[in-house]
């Protein structure tokens, strides 16, 4: 199933979005000639119960979702789905990528979705943008389009759904895909686009990525098909041999369709035959190629030199990629595999936490692009390469030798069984964009989808088989293979190189017993955290769903009890003052915070013990750092929550300071210190805040120095204190009909002791960088035709100006469409500029307007013509209506759809227990979207589009200088100039 163990526990750890459906939108029924015409169409599809997806499976079937197949040969899944209100998610996806190539044709797939996505021959170039605009959609994050080696998907996620606007959009889609404007104009144009994309993303990362794949690959398509391309592929392509490849491939019978949103199914159906119904190809569906098999005479070892980058090793046990009818038995199969990765893992992560070898190593299994059965160990050596090669091959034979105990095996069940049931208890908040992209991913990978009650029964079942001889059974299995193949990532050449590598694999492997011990451990072993705390005020805020408790020792809660996500509480607790804890000009160590600090440990637990006391639990310790409070959050459940914030209150009242974990930290930041300024893009990652607030100390990454010199007793003596600080507000938001929520808080932050703020005079305030004339110049040590280009606007910050604070995510949003109209569509210069308009609540500054882009050197002087030129008339003339509408509709959108959820609220609230301003404006920002006036717009550009406060920088490649970047524009015939 789609669903599988490893998506399962991936998604363990992400923070979903989903929104409670509130209220059901039902399409008006459309005009009498389109529902005629949609009727008669309807006569094409051959069974509306077609169960293509289960032909051959016992899997229970997902009842939610209808399924068909058009006399074209088209194929469509459709279900109804209320979340978010109002949304219809549509999936389009053809059976071809990078693998169906030739060897001219390389990068054609990708390059044909760029051109697809740019319309039909029957609307103007760039005028399909412009009308999903107009319905509220946002550009790369609603409409969106990925070309991988075995398919091409097409993407819209349609906000406020009506039948005109469905209707429209299933006809543009339709167009697109059918026929696309492959013009020499388009193609040429596109071509800049893509090149940018390749350039961008050229660098160490990919060379070895590249190399890797070649390795492991060797004798298969796979080796080298990169969905981007190559340079002089894409050189090579003209719109005749594109188009050959659009011909060749897009067919209905390559096609399918997948729509689920807040509608009638009924009407999806008649949309996609309607549109798509009388699609037909000239010739017969081509033979797919071949994807070869592993290939054992290939060789065995490969060395790969790449300064500046971190030594990392690859294991590979590869094995012939099999098709395979997904059944309850291959889903068993599937979820015992994952269940043998899992104690590996926690093996090999318990000898990390102890000092190994390594400072981090995994190992995975993944069945790749159709082409092969992969079982990966990744590891990142802490100095010597060969012994930490030697320990994970000693920990996998010990998986491969001796069983593991029952208990293991249950700690990992208990871990994916826990998952489940979240899924299950979530179930009718799925949103309907992560259903369809579920259904996309199933057919590609030959498998299905079902329920997620569906899901629970299969593993209870699958569980109980799976005994310490199933288990060894099974991991014999995944580590055993026809073909290994390993790589080495080095910095410097190894003595012997790839020689050494294979001897270094020959050595027989010796058995490293990791297993954890196991370790009874209850949360009753925390320390009493004090009396009960007594609530002095609980109050309503008004306008809101929410009550305001606070407690006598100074300590606010905001509560939300609501069933927008059934069987689920989020919790945050914000506590101390974050980055106002710390004088603007002080050396810190704020970024050591996100790791360390938790894995340090809870009082008279380390990391393990913290775990075992977690395990098959939803209780978390997430930490941030935000600019006003540290905050630890968590997504729980009824059940957990008492728990769970005896942990949180414990981690607060009794932090531990195991000196590994920091340790572990340095070692990481050193071992990765080199790749900082290996591609403009890490130079900018890594120093872009900082430059914006003038060096800010909160906001300027760590030299090397500095994290030689962190200290287990420098760790604590900066964290100690801030762990102890105030004040501390508390939220709770989610399904809290069951528990005695006040109790629970007295119980734990209530019986807290009242706490101090630690907040410096000199970290109230943010500065912005200084005016110059001249860019800023930074340099980065990858690809000499790679460059970025910055310029920025300081503008606010605080509370005080709400409106305008959303008025200049308009004007960013303008800004940033003309951006991308002039550099990508038109001109094809950057693969994808950047507007965004930052606006901090916490401080009364620090606020900016940063315009962007990756681009290459030659194009840095027409970056800033095109930005200078795009500010200027901002400020000399009002938008129109229509670009004022195409860019505040889709934010206002967004805004709809996020406002169902409990995560936007909590994070729009934050502070709201202490400043009633956080509330008034977080109730506004519909309404304040909505009235975004032209005039706004300029008035908020000549308050502060000024040329005179405007600063700018630029990354360019070593020994390159501002003129020297000048003169590549004038060779290439680009006017421009600082």
């Known amino acids: 199933m789609s669903i599988s163990p490893t998506r399962a526990v991936s998604r363990r750890f992400s923070v979903l979005l989903a929104a409670c459906a509130t209220a059901a939108l039902l399409l008006a029924p459309a005009h009498a000639p389109a529902q005629e015409a949609a009727t008669s169409a309807l006569s094409s599809v051959q069974a509306t119960d077609d169960d293509w997806l289960y032909a051959g499976s016992d899997i229970p079937r997902d009842a939610g979702w209808r399924f068909g197949t058009l006399s074209n040969g088209l194929r469509y899944a459709v279900r109804n789905n209320g979340v978010p209100p109002g949304q219809v998610s549509i999936r389009v996806r053809m059976d071809v990528g990078s693998l169906f190539e030739t060897e001219k044709e390389r990068g054609f797939a990708h390059l044909l979705e760029h051109l697809t996505f740019r319309g039909s021959v029957h609307i103007p170039d760039g005028e399909a943008k412009r009308i999903w605009q107009r319905f509220g959609v946002s550009f790369g994050s609603d409409t969106n389009a990925q070309t991988t080696p075995t398919q091409t998907v097409y993407q819209l996620d349609l906000p406020s759904v009506t039948a005109a606007n469905l209707d429209e959009s299933m006809k543009l889609l339709s167009g ?166 899992a104690l590996v893992n926690r093996r090999l992560e318990n000898r990390a936490r102890s000092g190994g070898s390594y400072l981090v190593a995994t190992v995975g299994q993944e069945y790749v692009s159709r082409s092969a059965d992969v079982t990966m160990a990744q590891i990142v050596p802490l100095g010597d390469w060969k012994a930490a090669l030697a320990d994970v091959r000693g920990v996998i034979a010990d998986a491969v030798q001796t069983p593991p105990s029952q208990a293991d095996i249950d700690r990992e069940a208990n871990e994916i069984e826990a998952f489940l049931a979240k899924e299950l208890e979530n179930a009718r908040n799925e949103p309907g964009a992560r259903l369809a992209d579920d259904m996309v991913r199933a057919v590609d990978i030959g498998e299905t989808v079902t329920s997620p009650q569906g899901q629970v029964d299969m593993f209870k079942a699958i569980r109980a088989s799976a005994t310490p001889q199933v288990m060894l059974d099974i991991s014999r299995a995944i580590f055993a293979a026809p073909v290994t193949r390993v790589v080495l990532t080095t910095p410097t050449a190894v003595e012997g190189g790839d020689k050494a590598l294979l001897a270094a694999l020959a050595v027989p492997a010796q058995i490293r017993d990791d297993r954890l011990a196991v370790a009874k451990v209850d949360i009753g072993e925390l320390p009493a955290i004090g009396q009960p705390g007594t609530i002095v005020s609980a109050t309503q805020i008004p306008g809101l769903r929410a009550e305001r408790i606070e407690f006598a020792n ?14 689920k509480v989020r919790v ?32 008279p637990w380390g990391q393990n013990e913290i775990d075992q006391i977690t395990n098959g639990r939803q209780i978390q310790l997430n930490f941030d750092i935000d600019d006003d409070a540290f905050e630890l959050a968590a997504e729980s459940r009824p059940a957990d929550l008492a728990d769970q914030m005896k942990l949180i209150a414990g981690k607060l009242a009794f932090p531990r300071w195991d000196v590994a974990p920091v340790e572990r930290l340095r070692v990481g930041f050193l071992t990765g210190y080199d790749v900082n300024d290996a591609t403009p893009n890490a130079v900018l990652d890594r120093n872009l805040r900082g430059w914006l607030t003038a060096g800010d100390a909160r906001w300027a990454a760590p030299d090397k120095a500095q994290i030689e010199a962190l200290t287990p007793a420098a760790f604590r003596s900066f964290w100690e204190p801030r762990l102890a600080s105030g004040p501390i507000e508390v939220q709770l938001f989610g399904d809290l009909s069951s528990v005695d929520y006040r109790q629970i808080l007295a119980d734990t932050l209530g019986a807290l002791p009242p706490r101090n703020p630690l907040a410096p005079p000199e970290g109230q305030a943010v500065a912005f960088a200084k005016h110059s004339k001249i860019p800023m110049i ?43 109209d002039r550099l990508r569509a038109e001109q094809g210069a950057s693969y994808g500029p950047v507007v965004d308009s930052h606006w901090p609540t916490a401080f009364d500054s620090g606020g900016y307007l940063l315009v962007g882009s990756l681009l290459a050197p030659k194009d840095i002087d027409r970056f800033y013509t095109i930005a200078r030129g795009i500010a200027a008339d901002l400020v000399a003339r009002p938008v129109s209506a229509d670009e004022l509408a195409r860019n505040a509709g889709p934010i206002r959108e967004q805004v709809a759809r996020a406002s169902t959820g409990n995560l936007y609220w909590m994070f729009l609230l934050e502070g709201a227990t202490r400043d009633p301003r956080v509330a008034a404006a977080a109730l506004s920002i519909g309404e304040d979207i909505s009235a975004v006036t032209a005039a706004d717009i300029q008035r908020l550009a000549r308050r502060y589009l000024k040329p005179d406060r405007q600063w700018s920088g630029v990354v360019l490649p070593q020994g390159m200088s501002l003129a020297d970047a000048s003169t590549l524009g004038r060779a290439d015939g680009r006017a421009g100039g600082q």
Do not use: C
């Open 572 to 603: 945050n607790v914000r506590f101390g003052s974050g980055n106002r804890s710390v004088a603007a000009d002080a050396p810190n160590l704020l970024w050591t915070g996100d790791y360390a600090l938790v894995a340090s440990g809870i009082g």
């Open 176 to 341: 697109m895909i059918r026929e696309p404007r492959i013009s020499a104009a388009a193609v040429e144009a596109e071509r800049g686009v893509v090149v940018s994309e390749l350039r961008e993303s050229d660098g160490p990362q990919k060379r070895i990525a590249d190399a890797t794949s070649a390795h492991l690959f060797a004798g298969q398509p796979l080796a080298d098909r990169s969905p981007i391309g190559t340079q002089e592929t894409l050189a090579g392509a003209r719109a005749d041999s594109v188009a050959a490849f659009h011909d060749r491939w897009y067919r209905p019978d390559r096609a399918v369709i997948v729509i689920v949103g807040d509608a009638d199914p009924a009407e999806f159906e008649r949309l996609i035959a309607r549109y798509f119904g009388d699609w037909s190809a000239d010739e017969p569906n081509p033979t797919p190629p071949d994807f070869g098999t592993p290939d054992p005479r290939a060789a065995v070892a490969r060395e790969i030199v790449e300064p500046g980058q971190p030594a990392a090793l690859t294991l590979a046990m590869i094995r012939p990629w099999k098709k395979r009818i997904d059944t309850v038995e291959n889903t068993r199969r599937l979820y015992l595999e994952y269940l043998a990765q």
């Open 778 to 820: 930074a340099y980065h040590r990858g690809e000499r035709g790679q460059a970025a280009a910055m310029t920025a606007w300081p503008t606010g910050g605080g509370l005080a100006a709400p409106r305008d604070a959303r008025a200049l995510d308009v004007l960013a949003a303008i800004f940033n469409d003309r951006l991308f």
């Open 554 to 567: 100074g300590v606010t809660a905001l509560v939300s009890n609501n069933a927008v996500e059934p069987g």
